[in-house]
């Protein structure tokens, strides 16, 4: 059975970094694309940013390029989200997911953990 579990989510300011942890268990390969993808309150699900098995192949959203990164430990199947400078319009439910390549695409990810929530106040 897959899971994916996020952790890292809280309360914190405008201006202060935060660093999202998504464990990854029972991928039938390490070979996966891992992605983040964020709701904020009262829109759409949107993509952040995905790696593919080696961190050099990302693809980022337009919005936090600069700010948010990527990287994975593959030999502990863990998946990072390092995310700098928050902002406020950064408060969202924030997800990880699993797909068969990379993709900016929601509906190309087949697993999904339960989300984590980040909170940016000004």
């Known amino acids: 059975q897959v899971q994916l579990a996020e952790s890292g989510g809280g309360l914190v300011q405008s201006g202060d970094s935060l660093r999202l942890s998504c464990a990854a268990s029972?991928?039938?390969?390490?070979?996966?694309?891992m992605g983040w993808f964020r709701r904020p309150p009262g829109k759409n699900r949107e993509f952040l940013i995905a790696?593919?098995?080696?961190?050099?192949?990302?693809r980022s959203a337009d919005s936090v390029k600069g700010r948010f990164t990527i990287s994975r430990d593959n030999a502990n199947r863990m998946v990072y989200l390092q995310m700098n400078n928050l902002k406020p319009e950064d408060t969202a439910a924030y997800y990880c997911?699993?797909?068969?390549?990379?993709?900016?695409?929601?509906?190309?990810?087949?697993?999904w953990g339960q989300g984590t929530q980040v909170t940016v106040v000004s």
């Open positions: 790696s593919g098995w080696s961190n050099d192949d990302t």
């Open positions: 997911a699993a797909a068969p390549w990379i993709s900016r695409y929601a509906s190309q990810y087949n697993y």
């Open positions: 029972g991928l039938p390969h390490t070979r996966f694309a």
